[in-house]
């Protein structure tokens, strides 16, 4: 089987595998699911190559397990990523991530004049297009495109 | 609307637009009544808006309602460092009704979120200003009779001019015919004529501003401002080209009317002010009764 193949290289038992991660991605991944306060044992691999990105990053997480709508976060850097979920070494589930039709509190406002960058507010978005993504700002109504993406680090 | 902020045009639907107006209509023709009375409206203004304030107040006032608030951050405890959300807060304890000017992009949205009352957007930097779009609604149907069908020439810098973009969002759902006159470096937005794309509505740009506003019965002035070019030298060739004077109406239609949000600067010379096509002193007098009108529907008062 391809993926016992694939997750041989350091598998895990339980947890999550995060593959096809566009390599400037995958610091805005961990960001966005906040694995850098997590404890788990995590294995990030970059620059791996792919037939369909040329090279790619892909993260395996023992022991860790996410809510669809929390992994959904992701495809607004990665929105090729496939997930696989991992139960006594067997992949038990696929998934693709899908983004949201609403965006809070990952993705930074790129007016700077906006309310959201000048006081302490969560920001919000409404998702207007999605290939290339494209957020309205709640508050500003701006929009904030995958060119000018910064994602605000959880803490 | 009853105790719905209005923060964006988009606010309300085109129904709620038509009771503002009606309502504004019974204020003109009696504007001094006493039904505010026992209430209280804060007026926060994070910028200077002299003419935006003074037209809140009056009609405020002149249905009987108090007016607390300030004009000028500098002697209040914002310039301290007070946070939006705090003086949302605290003031949503002192009135019914709060009314906001600041420079930045969504804070009136945000204060609407934080107040415990509702909020009136008196323009939040160059986003929205929902309140002047509904006075200049006010104008165009009192003076033609009607909001649909219409001819709307709009002048100047459509580009950052968010008074034309609220005004446009609103005239689409008015089968309205758009004429945009501007410098190249001005021109309407494509997301707007987009918009208008989408909804079959047909608009038409020029570059000159000439006798074609003969067909016009509004014509909808803005400034161009210096400072929107990044070349000095491209101002200095459309500088006066932009600019209305009394002779330019001498074959337009009898039922034009000529609006600007205010304030003016050279972009209307003073010899079109005794011109009967010169409605812009009434369209800011119109500010009044419009906002009597909003301010009494959302505190549901009529
Ligand atoms: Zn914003």
Redesign the pocket.
């Known amino acids: 089987m391809k993926d016992r193949k694939q997750l041989s290289v350091s598998a895990i038992k339980d947890g999550t595998v995060i593959d096809h991660i566009p390599v400037k991605s995958l610091f805005k991944v961990i960001a966005i699911l906040g694995l850098d306060h997590i404890e788990n044992m995590m294995t990030f691999g970059t620059n791996l190559e792919s037939k369909k990105l040329g090279l790619k990053g892909i993260m395996k997480l023992s022991e860790v397990f996410f809510k669809e709508e929390d992994l959904n976060r992701i495809a607004l850097v990665a929105p090729d990523a496939k997930v696989n979920i991992i139960r006594d070494y067997e992949v038990v589930e696929k998934r693709l991530v899908e983004i949201p039709e609403k965006v809070e509190g990952i993705v930074k406002?790129?007016?700077p004049v906006?309310?959201?960058?000048n006081e302490d507010i969560r920001?919000k978005f409404e998702l207007v297009s999605r290939n290339p993504v494209g957020l309205k700002?709640?508050?500003?109504?701006?929009i904030?495109d995958a060119n000018n993406m910064v994602i605000i680090s959880s803490s | 609307m009853i105790g719905k902020s209005l923060v964006s045009i988009n606010d309300y639907t085109k129904d709620e637009y038509l009771k503002i107006l009606d309502l504004a209509a019974k204020y003109e023709k009696q504007p001094k009544q006493t039904i505010l009375q026992g209430y209280v409206v804060a007026t926060l203004f994070y910028e200077p808006s002299t003419r935006t304030r003074l037209s809140f107040e009056s009609a405020v006032n002149q249905l009987g309602g108090k007016i607390i608030g300030f004009s000028d951050t500098g002697t209040t405890s914002v310039t301290k460092g007070e946070t939006l959300r705090d003086t949302i807060k605290i003031v949503s304890n002192y009135s019914d009704l709060i009314v906001i000017r600041h420079p930045l992009?969504?804070s009136a949205r945000f204060a609407s979120e934080v107040a415990s009352v509702p909020v009136v957007n008196a323009g939040d930097g160059a986003n929205q200003h929902p309140t002047q779009t509904l006075l200049d609604m006010y104008s165009i149907r009192k003076t033609q009779g009607t909001l649909d069908g219409l001819n709307i020439f709009m002048v100047g810098d459509l580009k950052y001019g968010r008074t034309v973009h609220s005004l446009l969002m609103a005239m689409s759902q008015f089968k309205t015919t758009f004429h945009f006159i501007s410098p190249e470096e001005l021109k309407m937005p494509d997301k707007y004529k987009q918009h208008l794309n989408d909804l079959g509505l047909k608009y038409h740009e020029h570059k000159d501003f000439t006798d074609i506003i003969s067909e016009a019965d509004i014509l909808y002035m803005t400034r161009v401002q210096k400072e929107r070019f990044s070349d000095p030298i491209e101002y200095e060739k459309v500088k006066n080209v932009y600019i209305l004077k009394n002779h330019m109406l001498e074959n337009t239609k009898d039922s034009l009317k000529v609006l600007h949000p205010f304030p003016r600067v050279n972009e209307i010379t003073e010899d079109v002010d005794e011109n009967t096509k010169a409605y812009y002193f009434t369209q800011a007098l119109n500010g009044v009764y419009t906002r009597q009108a909003i301010v009494t529907s959302i505190l549901d008062l009529n």
């Open positions: 406002c790129v007016n906006c309310i959201t960058n920001t700002c709640h508050y500003c109504e701006k904030t | 992009e969504g």
